[in-house]
T-cell receptor
Framework: GNSVTQMEGPVTLSEEAFLTINCTYT??????LFWYVQYPGEGLQLLLK?????DKGSNKGFEATYRKETTSFHLEKGSVQVSDSAVYFCALSRMDSSYKLIFGSGTRLLVRP | DAGVIQSPRHEVTEMGQEVTLRCKPI?????LFWYRQTMMRGLELLIYFNNNVPIDDSGMPEDRFSAKMPNASFSTLKIQPSEPRDSAVYFC???????????????FGPGTRLTVL
């Protein structure tokens, strides 16, 4: 079936460090892939997305590349800030008629000054 | 533009009481989703609607939960009777129409934090 696996958190980094949050997926067909971010006390909001293989989504300094050969969509940022502290969710969109988002378990990021 | 609106933001009730959560999706969106988030189970899809019609309620935990969407601008999630294990944050999300359905993002509301004592 369709599923998303994210690295366990929390991830704790110092400000300006490099960030990678791993995400791999299992899916039939060619799903769209998403990263959502949840700041404390808020709902999820879309960070970036990629809709086909080799696409790179980017936003606010974050990037992720749709790698079909490795079924991965790792999130990266070259220099994190304290304000990036949040929970990050990788998700895929099923391409059958059900139109559901399948979410990973989330990875908490804590950035220290 | 207003985003997805949920009310109340916080609800504290006693076991056995009826709880009603409300959601107003973004105008023009034709899909509406209800999610539940807990530490133990993460983010779970409970039910979703398309053009006010429930499409899949397989995530609704049991008969104590019900959801309605009487019109395009309003939906409710009701728990009757409530139990302590229902304590969670409940999110509503909506999504716009379009030919490439699977590419569309979902817009989440701020959530309702429910505590059942």
């Amino acid at each position: 079936g369709n599923s998303v696996t994210q690295m366990e958190g929390p991830v704790t980094l110092s400000e300006e460090a490099f960030l990678t949050i791993n995400c791999t997926y299992t899916a039939t067909g060619y799903p769209s892939l998403f990263w959502y971010v949840q700041y404390p006390g808020e709902g999820l909001q879309l960070l970036l997305k990629a809709t086909k293989a080799d696409d790179k989504g980017s936003n606010k300094g974050f990037e992720a590349t749709y790698r079909k050969e490795t079924t991965s969509f790792h999130l990266e940022k070259g220099s994190v800030q304290v304000s990036d502290s949040a929970v990050y969710f990788c998700a895929l969109s099923r391409m059958d008629s059900s139109y559901k988002l399948i979410f990973g378990s989330g990875t908490r990021l804590l950035v220290r000054p | 533009d207003a985003g997805v609106i949920q009310s109340p933001r916080h609800e504290v009730t006693e076991m056995g009481q009826e709880v009603t959560l409300r959601c107003k999706p973004i105008s023009g969106h034709d899909y509406l989703f209800w999610y539940r988030q807990t530490m133990m189970r993460g983010l779970e899809l409970l039910i979703y609607f398309n053009n006010n019609v429930p499409i899949d309620d397989s995530g609704m935990p049991e008969d104590r939960f019900s959801a309605k969407m009487p019109n395009a601008s309003f939906s409710t999630l009701k728990i009757q009777p409530s139990e302590p294990r229902d304590s969670a944050v409940y999110f509503c999300a909506s999504s716009p129409p379009g030919p490439l359905r699977g590419h569309n993002e979902q817009f989440f509301g701020p959530g309702t934090r429910l505590t059942v004592l």
